[in-house]
């Protein structure tokens, strides 16, 4: 009978082993997943403004081809209170 409940007992510690493998693997594949939402676009951005350094300064001070694209967003905004 003493070994029957030390067989069970392993059993049962590898069971539970084998469960907290398998918690730790659920946890780093949402870690992965939660840092590909975060590092993805942060580097779109990051690459985004890298290109733009690239410019040449007369680009980066040019006058905005749109001036009037903001200015009736707010009009309207203003006229609607």
């Not at 997943?33 to 676009?41: N, Q, W």
């Not at 690239?54 to 980066?60: D, Q, W, Y």
């Not at 001070?61 to 009037?68: H, L």
Request: glycine share 8%; charged share 20%; no cysteine.
């Amino acid at each position: 009978m003493a070994m029957e409940n030390d067989s069970s007992a392993a059993d049962r510690a590898t069971r539970i082993a084998l469960l907290r493998i398998e918690m730790f693997g659920y946890l780093m594949r949402g870690v992965i997943v939660a840092a590909g939402i975060v590092v993805v676009p942060v580097g779109f951005i990051l690459g985004l403004y890298l290109l733009g350094t690239f410019l040449p300064p007369e680009s980066r001070e040019a006058q905005d081809p749109t001036p009037d694209s903001f200015a009736s967003t707010a009009d309207e905004g203003a006229a609607s209170e």
